[in-house]
């Protein structure tokens, strides 16, 4: 076992390399289309501590999110998940106030919130909100993380009643400072509602593509439950969601010993240990399950697909994984179409595959198509068939087969 650096957890400790990926490209990087663009090594890494399994570095923060090219509303799927989750707070939390999210993007969720609320928004990226006028809520361009926390308290005015966090607490090599942050931010009786993409149900099954530069950590409930305790915060429920090929969804408050919590916490809780999450060894064998499946990939999908003229259908950040560890660039007739403005014009990084609007695809003139976007699979199917798209359709995971 290599020790290859140290965990951000309170204990500080050494953590062991799992998988090492090499050299990667970052995967919103559209600002090049040279195919060797902004690459860093990827490795993927387990604390013997607190269990999170995490990366062993991550580029500056700047220059990842500062300017972003990933739009929140760019995906239908993303935006009624999004609104799903809003129509919870609405119905079920209406006697709160105040209202903050992190990593709002461009403002989706919070435009489904109602305006009894007190909304606020943070994220550093300064390209990707453009302000409506019916917009009730501020945005506000900076980092969430403990240096800022006094700064977001004035700009809100007083503690906040509900912090949100959709898929951001992973975003964040310093995850211990920005839980450190809700502590100082959370109202006494208030709490945060928080979204991760689930380790167990995703990387540890194999299922690599969750792992890049931008998302540094990867969370079971064991290894929330013990970040959170740092912070003299607790999971008081959790639910299991169907988004990012599955994600947990974390309700924490205020530490309180005598507080009720959810019996879906022990549910859960139990699975991992069956799984296995508290044994190193078990992170041992999963650099097997990750070959198995990049193996299965090659010869199902590429072997078959590199003479063919091929469509790449979505290419979200986990895809761009998914192309670079499997050699997509091989493929010699390749386009790949996404709805992102942003991403229209460039390569999908690391590859010479262009990308293309989906509007301006003629979808008969391919043989083959690979949803790299597979967790909104389909819709996405239902889509390219409509347009025409008659051939072979592969989804690279959970199972990497044809359908």
Not at 54 to 61: E, G, I, V
């Amino acid at each position: 076992m290599m020790k290859t650096s140290f965990c951000s957890c309170k204990n500080h400790t050494e953590t062991i390399e799992v998988y090492d990926f090499g050299m990667m490209p970052r995967v919103n990087n559209y600002s090049s289309n040279q195919e060797d663009n902004d690459r860093s090594s990827l490795i993927l890494t387990v604390c013997e501590s607190c269990k999170l399994v995490q990366l062993s570095s991550m580029p500056d923060l700047n220059s990842i999110y500062l300017e972003y090219d990933h739009i929140s509303s760019a995906s239908t799927s993303n935006v009624r998940h999004l609104k799903n989750v809003a129509e919870i707070i609405n119905n079920k939390h209406n006697d709160r106030k105040t209202l903050l999210e992190v990593g709002c993007n461009d403002g989706t969720f919070l435009r489904n919130i109602n305006k009894n609320f007190i909304s606020h928004g943070i994220d550093p990226a300064k390209n990707v909100y453009q302000k409506k006028s019916s917009d009730n809520f501020s945005i506000h361009n900076l980092f969430f993380d403990t240096s800022n926390q006094l700064k977001i308290r004035n700009l809100v005015g007083e503690k906040v009643d509900i912090i949100i966090g959709l898929n951001v607490f992973a975003h964040n090599s310093t995850y211990n400072d920005m839980f450190s942050a809700v502590k100082y931010l959370l109202a006494s009786d208030g709490y945060a509602y928080v979204e991760v993409a689930y380790a167990k149900d995703t990387i540890l099954s194999g299922n690599f593509d969750t792992i890049y530069h931008e998302h540094f950590c990867n969370y079971t409930l064991t290894s929330l439950i013990n970040i959170l305790k740092e912070n003299e915060l607790m999971v008081v429920d959790v639910d299991k969601v169907r988004t990012q090929g599955g994600s947990l969804g974390i309700w924490i408050e205020h530490l309180n010993e005598n507080k009720e919590v959810s019996g879906n916490i022990d549910v859960i809780l139990k699975e991992e240990h069956d799984f296995g999450i508290s044994d190193v060894s078990m992170y041992m064998k999963l650099s097997k399950v990750i070959e198995h499946k990049i193996f299965n990939i090659k010869s199902r999908f590429l072997a078959n697909a590199i003479h063919k003229k091929v469509l790449i259908v979505g290419v979200p950040a986990r895809g761009v994984i998914t192309a670079n560890v499997c050699n997509f660039k091989t493929l010699q007739n390749a386009v790949a179409i996404d709805d992102t403005p942003e991403k229209q014009g460039y390569n999908i990084p690391g590859t010479n595959i262009p990308i293309e609007n989906p509007e301006e695809v003629d979808y008969k003139n391919f043989d083959i198509a690979c949803i790299l976007a597979w967790t909104y699979k389909d819709d996405l199917i239902k889509r390219i068939k409509k347009a025409g798209f008659d051939g072979d359709i592969f989804v690279p995971f959970p199972d990497g087969k044809y359908i």
